[in-house]
């Protein structure tokens, strides 16, 4: 094969439902892929898996797989790769081939890839001279060992490599380094070793370009209204990597879509949640993005090149959520002169009302928007506005001292000063939060586990 | 004419984060561009632009194939995405704020706009 087209169609889990359909139709794709896990989606698949043993997966996904029952009927070359497996990828593989048996599709051949999960063997691998010390803070796990909530290993493309080896049309994982959606296909197609670690990188920055769906063609883009002509996005064509046997990539969007695909939104994409760029360090490579070019070489059409590789690290990046209390949020919009003023004011009313109560809260913030607080001193001096919306969020280990916080907005409009409205709707409820703890394991202590069958086979 | 000129005039910009730490990519328009804000565009100055974000240990490292420097800011989120009590809990707008920035005007401006 010369070269493959791998478009991606989601960024997040809660993405535009019709972008994958839309993308298969007019894209021409080899292969479509659909990235579903931020940092902490998984302890929410974590939680709803304890609740129900046959949950713990991207809900979308089946969804998805329904609108794409005409795609796979008229394109039987189409592959699907995505990580909406989350804590239960044998759960997703088999709700999605209910909706293929339904759509007479049950020979399509489904893959769910696993092994990501390090939770159940945490103790075993803590025994076997694995620290899981948090990356950001240095501080030991025996901290946070009682409240655990989510422990994945980011496994690389060899689980979904393999199962495109097995001839599976629809691979899904769990928690995968967003790339290697993207590498798994290229080293599948090209035959690429272990060792390319030039193609691995360049599929890498491939993958990292397309993974957030949109922000490669034209959303996010800080350029969006350059000269007084913004650019029409209602209709935003999802991005597609076009990647040939050496790695060369041309990143390209369907035809007569809204956005773009420039120079200027490929590189804003490039710059995107990066850390030092000569070591962008994924399971499958250590990639150097710091040399690479992109050139427009057509309309909607940018080449990229220059991508270096290195060996890969011997450790998996896992990512961990702790249970940490709870959260509330509040919001009133408060009119007039001195608008921002009165509503810190308005602010302060509230948390002393709480602390009145007899309940001190942990951590509190008093937030006036549109009086720049989205960053604070970070904007340039502007008129006053006439309205602004007061925000008040706390932290706190109990829910009911929260829900006490909570009932301190309403009142404000009778008791607080002129100029608070803004409270309609229901009254904000606590939320549980799920903390953040980066750490590493041993390649050595996690194995993918691959399972390939026909849908007309895959039984909850 | 004003001896100020603010960043966006040669450049673009995006933010994000990961974990508690946040990065903002910025992006000159054109090579002259880039080299005006490799002596400008230093640490030091994005520090002092997010000063009440209180930022420690500021890196910068660079992209010259795009013409880009990342600036990466540990711990300036509240504790990220699910932790911060701010509103921008991952840091989508810091590239903005960072885009208003006033900089000395450069003799060169006219080599450093867009096309």
Known sequence: MTNIRIGNAAGFWGDNLDAPHLLCEAGRLDYLTLEYLAELTLSILAHLKSRDANAGYVTDFPTVVESLVPSLKSQPGLKIVTNAGGMNPRGCAAAVSAVLRQAGLGTLRVAAVAGDDVLPELDAHLAAGQPLTNLETGRPLEEIRSDIAS?????????????????????????????????????????WDWQDWDPLAAATVAGHIIECGAQATGGMCSDWDRGNSPLPLAAVGYPIAEIAADGATVITKPPRTDGAVTVATVAEQLVYEIGDPAHYLT???????????????????????????????ETYKVSLAYRDGYMASGTLVICGHNAVEKARACGQIILDRVARAGIQLQRTNIEALGGGDSVPGGWPDASPPWEVVLRVTAHDPSKQNLERFLREFAPLVTAGPAGVTGYTGPRPKPYPVMAYWPTLISKSRVVPQVQVQAAGDWTP | MSDTISLKDIAHARSGDKGNAANIGVIAYTDAGYAFLEQELTPQRIAEHLAELRPQGIRRYMLPGIRAMNFVLPGILDGGASRSLRIDSQGKVLALSVLEMKLPRPENLADMRPD
Do not use: K
């Open chain 1, 151 to 191: 422990a994945n290993a980011y496994l690389g493309a060899a689980g979904i490599v393999e199962a495109l080896r097995q001839e599976a049309q629809i691979v899904i994982t769990g928690r995968v380094a967003d790339a290697s959606l993207t590498v798994g296909p290229a080293v599948h197609e090209f035959g």
């Open chain 1, 283 to 313: 399971p499958d490579v250590d990639a150097d993005f710091s040399h690479v070019a992109l050139s427009q070489i057509g309309e909607d059409r940018v080449a990229v090149t220059g991508a270096r590789g290195a060996a890969a690290p």
